[in-house]
């Protein structure tokens, strides 16, 4: 049985911290982007996906 799923950091935009891991399904051709909270803005910003 294969793995479905590949782990990803969630990287925010504006610092550029890795504050987030999340699970993305290996197939999926999409980029993850989520509004998230970073501790170092202080604030939500938009968080994109990069590799492990």
Do not use: Q, S
Request: aromatic content about 12%.
């Amino acid at each position: 049985m294969k793995n479905k799923e590949r782990f990803v950091f969630l990287e925010c935009t504006e610092c550029r911290n890795r504050n987030y891991t999340t699970g993305k399904r290996i197939r999926a051709e999409y980029k993850l982007e989520k509004k998230k909270y970073c501790r170092f803005c202080r604030g939500h910003k938009v968080h994109k996906e990069k590799k492990v």
